[in-house]
C-alpha cells in the first residue's frame, strides 16, 4: 500500500488499523537464523535466538572462512582506511560495505562473492558510473534491507528486478538503492530527480555550509528508508542535521524531520543522526538519537533553547512528526552527543513487562524510557554543572542524570589516581591536571585547557549496548580515557595542524576569535593519564537497574607492543557487543587483534581467536543448513592508529561438531548422553 492512498480510506478503517496494514511487512516474524539489520530486530537489540554456539563448546570455534575486499588504505587518522561495518544476512546471503564505496554479497556458507556494487564504476545500462566524480573514501556502518511483500507473493521473487533492495549511503549524502540479487542499481530510485539509482540530500535545503555524509545504515520500516548525516560539526553554520524518509521504490521524498529551532537555522548547524536508527514497526515509531548545535566546544553565537538536540527524539513513521523526545544534555560544550541507537526491548521490571527505549549516553548513563509516552522508568535528575569561562558563552547550570541504575563508564578523576609507566611520565600526567582546567563532568572547554572525563569518545559509543530478553541483562562496553580542550586565540600567522582525527586536532573556529586544541589526556609516552581498565565490558540488571558484573576487555597496544592480558588494563574500544541465546557474549573492539567471547552470566572469558586486523565493529551471527556462523569485520580503524584491512572472518564449530539449535534441543541432548 502506497502512502498516497491512506488518507481515503483513514475514516473508514480507524488510523491504528491503517497503521497496521501500511507497517505489518516489517512485524512478520523474522527467521531465528538471519541477522536482517544493524542490531539484527528493529528494534537494535544485537541479540540472536541462536543457540548452537553455546558456553560447552565456543572453546571449539574455528574460522570458517574469510573474504578481503581488497578495500584498504594505509596510513592514520583520515588518511586511512577503517573497517567498522557490520554485515546483515537474508536470503542465506551476507551483505557488507567498504570504505571505498563498494557493496559486496557473499554466499554465507563460503564466503564467495555473488556480485559487487560500485558507484564509480561503468554501470551494465549505461556504460557509466552513477556519479560524475569518484568518491573520497569513508568509513560505512553497515546498509539496510528492504522486500517487496507484493513481488514476495509471486513463484519467483527473484525474477522482479529490486523486489528485494539493499541501502546504502555515501560521502556526499547520496543514498544508493541496489537489487539483492544481482547488485545492478535500481533506477526507479531516485528518477523523478534525474538521478536514477539513489536519491540525495543535496537534492533539498540543508541549510549551512560544510560536507554531509551518509556512513551509517539507514532504517527501513513499511515502504519508507529514513536516513541521518554526519555534517561538519566543527564550523558555526553547518549543514542542519536534517533526517529524512524515502520511498523505498521511487526515492521521492515522504518527510523531513529537522532538529533545529527556525529561529537558529540561519546560523548554527548540527543536531545531526550520524549514527544508528532505531524501530518500533507495531507503534508506528522511529527513534533518532539526535547529536548536538554547531560548534562542538563553542558556543557563544547559539543562544537560545533547542530542545531536541542531544535528545532522543520518537517521530511518527508515517509523517516525520514529533511524537514525544528528552532532552539528555543541555547546552552542549563536551562533543557529548547521543552516540548510538535506543534499544527498543521489553525489561523486567516490578513485576511487570515493559516496553522501554534504553538510551546510552557518552557519560556512561543509561536513561530508559516508556516506549509510548516517553515517561522515565527509572528516575531522571538533576546535577549543577560548572560555568564557562568563555566570554560570550553561556553553558547550562543543570544537566540531567540517572540515578536510579548503575553508571557503565567511569567519569571522575583525582591527581593520586593517575596512571604512568613510570614515576616520571606519572608525574607528567599529574602536571597536564594540575595546569588545565577540570570541575568534575561537564567541564567547558577554556583558555586555560580543559579536562573533559568521560573523553569525547566516550564513556559509550556506537553498537556499544546489547541485551539479552531472557535474562533481563544489557551488556555496555566503555571507555575509560579523557581528553584535553582548549580554546585559544592563535599568534599572528599561526597556521592550523593537519587534523590526525576528530580526537586529536588544532583547528579555527570559523567567524570567531578561537582556535581549538583536542587532544587525548595522555603521557609524553603516549600512555593515557586515566588508570586501568581503559576499556570494559558491562552487565546491567534492568529490573533492579544494578551492576551483575564487569570485566576489563581487549590488550593496548604500543610501540608494536601488546600489554598481557593478565594485568587486566583492557584496551581502548570501538565497535560493541552481540548477545546470544548461547548464554555468549562476543565482542572483539580492542587494539589487539582477537575476538572474545563471555559468559553472560559471569563474565568469564571462554574464548578468543586472533584476527588479521583488529575487529573495530560490532559481530553478528546466523545460520545456514543447522550450521551457525559468527562473522566480525577484522580491518582495523585508522582513527585509533591500528593496523588497517579489509577482512571479513567467519567463524564456525567444526562440522562433525555440530551441536542442537536450540537451548532446547541442547538440554535434551545433554540429557540424553549423560543416560
Known amino acids: 500500500m502506497n502512502y498516497a492512498s491512506i488518507a481515503t480510506i483513514r475514516g473508514v478503517l480507524g488510523p491504528k488499523l491503517i497503521l497496521w ?34 558456553r560447552s563448546n565456543v572453546d571449539r570455534l574455528t574460522v570458517a572462512w574469510q573474504q578481503r575486499s581488497g578495500d584498504v588504505r594505509e596510513g592514520h587518522g583520515f588518511a586511512g582506511t577503517s573497517l567498522p561495518v557490520t554485515p546483515i544476512f537474508t536470503n542465506n546471503t551476507l551483505y557488507y560495505c567498504t570504505p571505498l564505496n563498494r557493496v559486496f554479497a557473499l554466499d554465507g556458507a563460503t564466503g564467495e562473492e555473488k556480485w559487487v556494487f560500485d558507484p564509480d564504476a561503468p554501470q551494465p545500462y549505461t556504460g557509466e558510473p552513477l556519479l560524475d566524480e569518484p568518491l573520497m573514501h569513508v568509513y560505512c556502518r553497515g546498509v539496510a534491507y528492504w522486500s517487496d511483500t507484493n513481488a514476495a507473493d509471486a513463484v519467483n521473487e527473484s525474477a522482479t528486478p529490486c523486489a528485494r533492495r539493499i541501502f546504502k549511503g555515501d560521502s ?6 541496489i537489487d539483492a540479487d544481482t547488485g545492478l542499481a535500481c533506477r526507479d530510485f531516485g528518477a523523478g530527480a534525474g538521478h536514477p539509482g539513489y536519491a540525495s540530500h543535496t537534492d533539498y535545503e540543508n541549510y549551512g555550509d560544510g560536507f554531509l555524509i551518509i556512513n551509517s545504515p539507514p532504517g527501513v520500516v513499511g515502504d519508507l528508508v529514513i ?136 557519560l556512561g548513563e543509561l536513561f530508559v524510557f516508556e516506549r509510548d509516552t516517553g515517561e522515565p522508568v527509572y528516575p531522571i535528575g538533576s546535577m549543577p554543572a560548572p560555568a564557562s569561562d568563555i566570554p560570550g ?44 582546567r577540570y570541575d568534575g563532568i561537564y567541564t567547558p572547554a577554556s583558555a586555560q585547557g580543559s579536562i573533559v572525563f568521560p573523553s569525547i569518545r566516550g564513556g559509550g559509543n556506537w553498537g556499544g549496548v546489547a541485551f539479552d530478553p531472557e535474562r533481563n541483562l544489557l551488556i555496555a562496553r566503555a571507555d575509560n580515557l579523557a581528553t584535553r580542550v582548549k580554546l585559544f586565540e592563535p599568534e599572528p600567522g599561526e597556521a592550523p595542524v593537519a587534523s590526525l582525527d576528530y580526537s586529536n586536532r ?43 558484573w564487569r570485566v576489563p576487555v581487549g590488550q593496548a597496544r604500543r610501540w608494536g607492543i601488546t600489554v598481557p592480558e593478565s594485568l587486566e588494563w583492557g584496551s581502548p574500544l570501538v565497535g560493541g557487543p552481540m548477545v546470544t541465546a548461547g548464554g555468549l557474549v562476543f565482542m572483539a573492539a580492542g587494539l589487539d587483534h582477537h575476538i572474545r567471547a563471555f559468559d553472560v552470566d559471569t563474565g568469564e572469558r571462554l574464548w578468543k581467536h586472533e584476527l588479521p586486523a583488529p575487529g ?60
Request: aromatic share 8%; glycine share 8%; net charge negative.
Open 393 to 436: 558563552e553561556v553553558s547550562a547550570p543543570m544537566q540531567p542524570t540517572s540515578p536510579g541504575i548503575d553508571r557503565f563508564a567511569r567519569r571522575t578523576l583525582a591527581a593520586d589516581d593517575l596512571f604512568g609507566l613510570t614515576p616520571w611520565d606519572r608525574n607528567a600526567c599529574r602536571d597536564i591536571l594540575e595546569h588545565s
Open 616 to 675: 573495530m565493529a560490532v559481530p553478528m551471527t546466523y545460520e545456514i543448513d543447522g550450521r551457525q556462523y559468527v562473522v566480525i569485520a577484522a580491518g582495523g580503524n585508522s582513527l585509533a592508529e591500528t593496523k588497517n584491512g579489509d577482512a571479513i572472518v567467519a567463524f564456525a564449530l567444526e562440522e562433525d561438531q555440530a551441536q542442537p539449535t536450540t537451548a532446547d534441543e541442547q538440554s535434551k541432548s545433554r540429557t540424553k548422553s549423560a543416560n
Open 21 to 54: 496494514m501500511v507497517l505489518a511487512p516489517a512485524l512478520a516474524d523474522m527467521p531465528a537464523s538471519d541477522w536482517p539489520a544493524f542490531g539484527r530486530d528493529a528494534g537494535g537489540s544485537q541479540f540472536s535466538p541462536l543457540a548452537r554456539i553455546d
Open 506 to 548: 588544532v583547528q579555527p573556529v570559523a567567524g570567531t576569535p578561537y582556535w581549538t586544541q583536542v587532544q587525548p589526556f595522555v603521557s609524553p609516552l603516549g600512555i593515557p593519564c586515566t588508570s586501568p581498565p581503559w576499556g570494559e565490558l558491562t552487565a546491567i540488571d534492568m529490573g533492579t537497574g544494578k551492576t551483575r
Open 172 to 177: 556526499r549524502g547520496h543514498l544508493y538503492a
Open 227 to 362: 536516513v541521518g548525516s554526519v555534517v561538519q560539526d566543527t564550523i558555526p553554520n553547518s549543514k542542519n542535521g536534517i533526517v529524512r524518509a524515502f520511498d523505498v521504490r521511487s526515492g521521492k521524498l515522504q518527510w523531513e524531520f529537522n532538529p533545529i529551532p527556525k529561529r537558529l537555522r540561519d546560523r548554527v548547524g548540527g543536531g545531526n543522526v550520524w549514527s544508528t536508527i532505531s524501530i518500533d514497526p507495531e507503534r508506528g515509531l522511529v527513534f533518532l538519537p539526535t547529536t548536538s548545535l554547531s560548534t562542538d566546544y563553542y558556543g557563544a553565537f547559539r543562544h537560545g533553547d533547542s530542545p531536541m538536540t542531544d535528545a532522543t527524539v520518537a517521530v511518527d513513521a508515517q509523517t516525520g512528526r514529533v511524537r514525544w523526545y528528552r532532552q539528555l544534555i543541555r547546552d552542549d560544550l563536551f562533543d557529548y552527543d547521543l552516540p548510538g541507537h535506543p534499544l527498543l526491548v521489553t525489561i523486567d521490571k516490578n513485576d511487570a513487562s515493559l516496553d522501554v527505549a534504553i538510551q546510552q549516553t557518552k
